[in-house]
């Protein structure tokens, strides 16, 4: 742009040349035009969940200010285990709902030699839990995949 004001005989080659950048930062923002994927979560708990009951949600969960929820940790390398990232204990405690993000998940998942209890989570819920919602990304929603389960 400046160089196009100082040299206006090049200056709709200058012009042109933008354009090059312009269209890059377009189609960068593409995702983030899109409804994330945690909106319409919690808009099904909203409306499925009675208010006041107690859940179980991964840290990358938005707040869902009419339940009580019980945020479990983050999973981080030197960091203890989280308690709470047990089914078990979970049902003893009363929540019947767990919240998990493909966020926390799949990073789990992918380093499971390092987290190997939190992995074990993860698989109890895919095996004992009952799946009540699931949104997964694609084209229409933009973040991580998003699963509600209830524990029996």
């Keep these: 742009g400046a160089l196009a004001g100082r040299l206006r005989s090049i200056a709709p080659v200058t012009l042109l040349l933008l354009v090059v950048p312009l269209t890059w930062s377009v189609r960068e923002t593409r995702e983030l035009r899109k409804t994330d994927s945690r909106i ?30 019980l945020h479990l940790r983050l999973p981080r390398p030197g960091e203890p285990f989280d308690p709470n990232r047990s089914v078990e204990r979970l049902r003893s405690q009363g929540i019947r709902h767990v919240v998990v993000t493909g966020a926390v998940a799949d990073r789990v998942r992918a380093a499971r030699d390092r987290y190997p209890r939190e992995q074990a989570f993860y698989d109890a819920l895919d095996r004992g839990g009952t799946l ?15 699963r509600i389960f209830r524990l029996s």
Excluded: C, K, Q, Y
Aim: no cysteine; net charge positive.
């Design 40 to 69: 319409p979560m919690a808009a099904w708990i909203d409306r499925n969940v009675p208010a006041g009951t107690r859940i179980a949600a991964d840290p990358s969960t938005p707040d869902l200010p009419r339940h009580r929820v």
């Design 132 to 146: 009540l919602f699931e949104v997964n990304p694609r084209r229409r929603f933009a973040g991580p995949w998003v």
